[in-house]
C-alpha cells in the first residue's frame, strides 16, 4: 500500500512494499525527481539494501551452522513492511523478523525505516535493533535513483557529479561479476566534478571510498538545478546508472558496507558489516536528500 505525505514544497509518497519511496515530487513545478521503474530498464525507485549491500561470495551465506540462498542487496526491499506512524511530515514503517524473513537470514531484528519532510530536504533514517540476538551483525545501504534530463532541453552531457571540494575519488573494483576481486582505481583526480556521459556506467557502478566530502550532488550544469545527498560519516558512495543510451536516472548510494569479495569467507560471522550490535542495542543512520529546481 501507498502513504502520501507533503509539504508547501515536496509531495513524498512510500509504499509499504519495500519501505520504498515510489515518487517525489517538487509541487511548485509538478516535476517528478525520482526515477520512474520503467521495468525495461530498472525497475525500483530507491530500494533499501538489508541485511547486506551487494552480492554474496558463491550467492550464499553460513549462518547458525547452516547455509542461506542469498541474492543481490539483501531482502528488506523485497518484502512487505508495516506502517508503524503517519503525521503530517513523517511515515515511519517497521519490518521485523518473520516467517518470510528467517528462511532468508535466521537472525531476530527490527528495522525502522522513517522518512521526514523538511521543506526541500527528505530526510530517511534506517534504525535497527537486536532485540534478542548474542550479536547482530549486519551490512546496510541506500540506493535511490533520480531521473535524468530534468527536461526536454537537457541532455546526459548537461549534468555532472559533484562534490563540496577537491576529490581524487579512489574506487574499489567488482568487475566482472560484481565481487571485490582485491584492485582499485582513480576515478577521476584533483576534481571537484565528475562530467556525466552516456558511457560513464559502462562497466557497472562506481564505488567511492572515503571521500572527504559531505555532500554528492547530480547538478544541471547551466542552471544549477539539482539533488544533492549529504553523505557524512558513510565509507563508500557509489553511483550508478543502468548502461542506456542516453542514460534515464543516476543513483547516488551511500552504504556502509560493501559485496563480497571473490575468494572471501561464507560465513556471515566474518563477513565485514556496517554495525555489530549486542542484545537489545541499536544502530541508525540518515540520508537526507535536497532537491533544488
Excluded at 15 to 44: F, N, Q, Y
Excluded at 215 to 242: F, M
Aim: hydrophobic share 35%; with cysteine.
Amino acid at each position: 500500500m501507498q502513504y502520501t505525505i507533503e509539504n508547501d514544497t515536496l509531495r513524498l509518497t512510500v509504499d509499504s512494499h519495500g519501505a520504498e519511496a515510489v515518487s517525489v515530487i517538487h509541487k511548485p513545478t509538478g516535476a517528478e525527481m525520482l526515477w520512474c521503474a520503467d521495468k525495461a530498464l530498472w525497475g525500483r525507485h530507491a530500494p533499501i539494501l538489508f541485511p547486506y549491500t551487494g552480492k554474496l561470495t558463491g550467492g550464499k551465506m553460513i549462518a547458525k551452522g547452516q547455509e542461506y540462498a542469498g541474492g543481490q542487496h539483501g531482502f528488506a526491499r523485497d518484502v512487505e513492511h508495516t506502517l508503524a506512524r503517519q503525521t503530517d511530515d513523517t511515515l515511519e514503517f517497521v519490518l521485523r523478523a518473520d516467517a518470510q524473513t528467517l528462511p532468508r537470514w535466521p537472525y531476530d531484528f527490527v528495522l525502522r525505516s522513517t522518512f521526514v519532510l523538511d521543506g526541500s530536504t527528505v530526510h530517511h533514517t534506517l534504525c535497527v535493533e537486536n532485540p534478542s540476538e548474542a550479536q547482530l551483525r549486519f551490512g546496510i545501504g541506500y540506493h535511490p535513483a533520480f531521473a535524468i534530463p530534468f527536461d526536454d532541453r537537457h541532455t546526459t552531457e548537461d549534468y555532472e557529479i559533484r562534490f563540496d571540494g577537491i576529490e581524487s575519488p579512489l574506487c574499489v573494483s567488482a568487475l566482472p561479476n560484481g565481487l571485490l576481486n582485491g584492485q582499485s582505481y582513480y576515478l577521476a583526480r584533483n576534481t571537484d566534478a565528475i562530467p556525466l556521459t552516456d558511457e560513464l556506467f559502462d562497466h557497472d557502478s562506481h564505488c567511492m571510498v572515503n571521500l572527504r566530502s559531505a555532500h554528492v550532488a547530480l547538478v544541471e550544469k547551466d542552471t544549477g538545478r539539482s539533488v544533492s545527498c549529504n553523505v557524512e560519516g558513510y565509507p563508500y558512495v557509489l553511483i550508478w546508472s543502468q548502461a542506456a543510451k542516453p542514460l534515464r536516472f543516476v543513483c547516488i548510494e551511500p552504504w556502509h558496507s560493501l559485496p563480497g569479495e571473490e575468494d572471501g569467507p561464507l560465513a556471515w560471522d566474518e563477513r565485514p558489516c556496517a554495525a555489530s550490535l549486542s542484545r537489545g542495542e541499536s544502530w541508525s543512520t540518515t540520508l537526507s536528500t535536497t532537491f533544488t529546481r
